[in-house]
């Protein structure tokens, strides 16, 4: 299971006839097969980096 936030609107194509919709911004767990859908979808928001305490 993996952590992502999207960019953008995306519809995963799970199989022949299953669809699910996800709104831009949207934040939530998924499994490491939809991450690596996501990913090569290409909407997946760059990761936060932290700033270090100055």
Do not use: F
Not at 4 to 22: C, F, H, M, N, S
Not at 29 to 51: F, H, I, N, Q, Y
């Amino acid at each position: 299971m993996k952590t992502i936030t999207l960019k953008a609107r995306w519809i995963d194509q799970v199989d022949p006839v299953t669809r699910e919709e996800y709104p831009a911004g949207w934040s939530g767990e998924v499994t490491d097969d939809r991450a690596a859908r996501a990913k090569a979808a290409g909407v997946l928001a760059p990761a936060s980096k932290k700033v270090a305490d100055v």
